[in-house]
């Protein structure tokens, strides 16, 4: 399946390129348009950048944070560090909890930093172009249609026009 998604700046703009592809003969459950009063991002199915974050962040933590804690345990162990006075034990579970605590924060930092600007793609700066009241007009199909569309959609001087191949 392939996509073609065009930035227009406002609502009358991606009515008219909506009717101006019905005229050209697309199927109409094939033409989306996201903005105010139309599909949202979420109900369109944009990925959420936050959303990515927290699975990043979560993916990580799994493994992340039980090596920290081995780590900073054993780190703790061969070194003979007292942090506490509280027993050659005691200091050691210390030793693996800021280990611990150090993985988190890789994973929160790495997954979640990484999912934020990266896991996203193209649908962050889409979310933003609609946060900022613009609309989207989203063309799906084939090779041939998607053609079509953005010989049509060329003529409204969208601020952007790109496409996509779903893989």
Same mark, same amino acid.
């Given at each position: 399946?392939?996509?073609?998604?065009?930035?227009?700046?406002?609502?009358?703009?991606?009515?008219?390129?909506?009717?101006?592809?019905?005229?050209?003969?697309?199927?109409?459950?094939?033409?989306?348009?996201?903005?105010?009063? @139309?599909?949202?991002?979420?109900?369109? #199915? $944009?990925?959420?950048?936050?959303?990515? +974050?927290?699975?990043?962040?979560? !993916? &990580?933590?799994?493994?992340?944070?039980?090596?920290?804690?081995?780590?900073?345990?054993?780190?703790?162990?061969?070194?003979?560090?007292?942090?506490?006075?509280?027993?050659?034990?005691?200091?050691?579970?210390?030793?693996?909890?800021?280990?611990?605590?150090?993985?988190?924060?890789?994973? @929160?930092?790495?997954?979640?930093?990484? #999912? $934020?600007?990266?896991?996203?793609?193209? +649908?962050?700066?889409?979310?933003? !172009? &609609?946060?900022?009241?613009?609309?989207?007009?989203?063309?799906?199909?084939?090779?041939?249609?998607?053609?079509?569309?953005?010989?049509?959609?060329?003529?409204?001087?969208?601020?952007?026009?790109?496409?996509?191949?779903?893989?």
């Amino acid at each position: 399946m392939n996509y073609l998604v065009a930035v227009l700046p406002d609502r009358i703009q991606a009515e008219a390129a909506y009717t101006a592809l019905e005229k050209e003969g697309l199927p109409t459950n094939q033409i989306d348009i996201l903005g105010k009063g @139309y599909k949202s991002a979420d109900e369109f #199915g $944009l990925i959420n950048p936050e959303q990515q +974050a927290k699975k990043g962040f979560k !993916r &990580l933590s799994l493994w992340l944070i039980p090596f920290g804690y081995v780590a900073g345990y054993a780190f703790n162990v061969l070194t003979g560090i007292e942090i506490l006075p509280i027993g050659h034990l005691g200091n050691h579970i210390f030793g693996g909890v800021l280990g611990a605590l150090s993985g988190a924060l890789g994973a @929160y930092f790495v997954g979640g930093g990484v #999912g $934020l600007t990266v896991g996203s793609g193209d +649908a962050l700066p889409y979310r933003n !172009r &609609l946060d900022a009241g613009k609309y989207l007009v989203i063309v799906r199909g084939t090779q041939e249609l998607i053609n079509t569309a953005t010989r049509t959609l060329r003529s409204f001087e969208p601020e952007n026009l790109q496409g996509y191949a779903e893989a």
